[in-house]
T-cell receptor, first 116, second 114 residues
Framework: GAGVSQSPSNKVTEKGKDVELRCDPI?????LYWYRQSLGQGLEFLIY????????KSGLPSDRFSAERTGGSVSTLTIQRTQQEDSAVYLC??????????????FGPGTRLTVL | DQQVKQNSPSLSVQEGRISILNCDYT??????FLWYKKYPAEGPTFLIS?????DKNEDGRFTVFLNKSAKHLSLHIVPSQPGDSAVYFC?????????????FGGGTRLMVKP
């Protein structure tokens, strides 16, 4: 497809379980971003990748969160030992070139995560 | 500490009239601002942007105004159409930082009534 895709679209899990969220960026986009939107809140930046490298992980809420990107394409966001406060919509975005400003970020539809 | 704020959670406007969505920021280092529009169950889509060196940018029915001294920007939609009904997010970024990550406001839900 032409846009950013994310899977699954919805995920319901039990507290304490691990989850993996996947993002397929637009082909050729070197930058990839993860955000989350909790209920009634704005979008919160989590992490970004330039190629396969994540230079700054300080936006991740806790050490239960990790992300990786392979081949400069697909990225996975992993949440270990999920907690109820992790419930949110997790959004992925990609852009053409992180070093060229301004650089429009294109968002996927998001994964709605519900932790029971 | 919210660096970008949208103080109106919702706005209702009659079709054909002007919609004005407001956004305030606290970080004077931000040098690029964007508006995104979001429909339910979809990701945000880019609408319009403005560099901090400008005070106005226009694209069709959409105009963004920036008042740097007041740390305030606004999005004007004229004329408003029912299809404009969505949540609008204001975002800001530092162009020279390593990442161009966006700092978003909480969003304003716009409802355009026919």
């Amino acid at each position: 497809g032409a846009g950013v895709s994310q899977s699954p679209s919805n995920k319901v899990t039990e507290k304490g379980k691990d989850v993996e969220l996947r993002c397929d960026p637009i082909s050729g986009h070197t930058a990839l971003y993860w955000y989350r939107q909790s209920l009634g809140q704005g979008l919160e930046f989590l992490i970004y990748f330039q190629g396969n490298s994540a230079p700054d992980k300080s936006g991740l809420p806790s050490d239960r969160f990790s992300a990786e990107r392979t081949g400069g394409s697909v990225s996975t966001l992993t949440i270990q030992r999920t907690q109820q406060e992790d419930s949110a919509v997790y959004l992925c975005a990609s852009s053409l070139d992180i070093g060229r400003a301004p650089d429009t970020q294109y968002f996927g539809p998001g994964t709605r995560l519900t932790v029971l | 500490d919210q660096q970008v704020k949208q103080n109106s959670p919702s706005l209702s406007v009659q079709e054909g009239r002007i919609s004005i969505l407001n956004c305030d920021y606290t970080n004077s280092m931000f040098d690029y601002f964007l508006w995104y529009k979001k429909y339910p169950a979809e990701g945000p889509t880019f609408l319009i942007s403005i560099s901090s060196i400008k005070d106005k940018n226009e694209d069709g029915r959409f105009t963004v105004f920036l008042n740097k001294s007041a740390k305030h920007l606004s999005l004007h939609i004229v004329p408003s159409q029912p299809g404009d009904s969505a949540v609008y997010f204001c975002a800001a970024t530092l162009l020279n930082n390593a990442g161009n990550m966006l700092t978003f406001g909480g969003g304003t839900r716009l409802m355009v009534k026919p």
